[in-house]
């Protein structure tokens, strides 16, 4: 077990609705990236929180964003859901000292479907 | 830009023979790189974390090598549930730290 835990692990929902993902990283952890996983891909980053600020973002839209709080939960939000939204989406949290980081660990992912 | 290559894109083998998957990757200064195995509607489990060139690294059947441009996973005397795929992914030393840029896998299945 990786000590991170991911929720709900299967949503389904409509176009144009909104989702909220939810993350609670291993505890110590200072560091939690969030990761899309379409099928029969490797995951893409979406963006990474550290210590409660956003501290870079791959290449998806303002319509994903995040939030990290100080209890090591961490939540991932999806406006106006297109059907290419769907996919698996992973949470890894990691320590990060300084400018290096180190070893992510993932939950077991949430699997939205977009309908 | 950072970028990974794995192959081959599947594998079949069976018990006991033994192979090795290759990950090719180019990165600004690498800060590490790593090993996933994941299983159908899971996350990625850890592996491996390798940092330069010539490092190596055993897990029971596995073991991980690295040269400057490619890594090489190698499954000695695999077992049916050895099956999975394996991701490998760079952390480079450019952009966000703690940023995972990940291949597409090789799917990997051991039969009896």
């Known amino acids: 077990e990786t000590g991170v835990t991911q929720s709900p692990t299967h949503l389904i929902k409509t176009r144009g609705q909104q989702v909220t993902l939810r993350c609670s990283s291993q505890?110590?952890?200072?560091?939690v990236s969030w990761y899309q996983q379409a099928l029969g891909q490797g995951p893409q980053f979406i963006f990474q929180?550290?210590?409660?600020?956003?501290?870079g973002r791959g290449n998806f839209p303002p319509r994903f964003s995040g939030l990290q709080f100080p209890n090591y939960s961490s939540e991932l939000n999806v406006n106006a859901l297109e059907l290419d939204d769907s996919a698996l989406y992973l949470c890894?949290?990691?320590?990060?000292?300084?400018?290096?980081?180190?070893?992510?660990?993932f939950g077991q992912g949430t699997r939205l479907t977009v309908v | 830009e950072d970028q990974v290559t794995q192959s081959p894109e599947a594998l079949r083998l069976q018990e006991g023979e033994s192979s090795s998957l290759n990950c090719s990757y180019t990165?600004?200064?690498?800060?590490?790189l790593f090993w996933y195995r994941q299983d159908p509607g899971k996350g990625p489990e850890f592996l491996f974390t390798?940092?330069?060139a010539g490092e190596e690294k055993e897990k029971e059947r596995l073991k991980a090598t690295l040269t400057k441009k490619e890594s090489f996973l190698h499954i000695t005397a695999p077992k049916p549930e050895d099956s999975a795929t394996y991701l490998c992914?760079?952390?480079?030393?450019?952009?966000?730290?703690?940023?995972?840029?990940f291949g597409t896998g090789t799917r990997l299945q051991v039969t009896l």
């Open positions: 505890s110590g952890h200072n560091t």
């Open positions: 929180y550290y210590r409660e600020e956003e501290n």
């Open positions: 390798l940092y330069s």
């Open positions: 990165v600004s200064g690498l800060r590490g």
């Open positions: 992914a760079v952390q480079g030393y450019t952009g966000t730290a703690s940023k995972l840029t």
């Open positions: 890894a949290s990691s320590f990060r000292q300084g400018v290096v980081g180190g070893e992510a660990f």
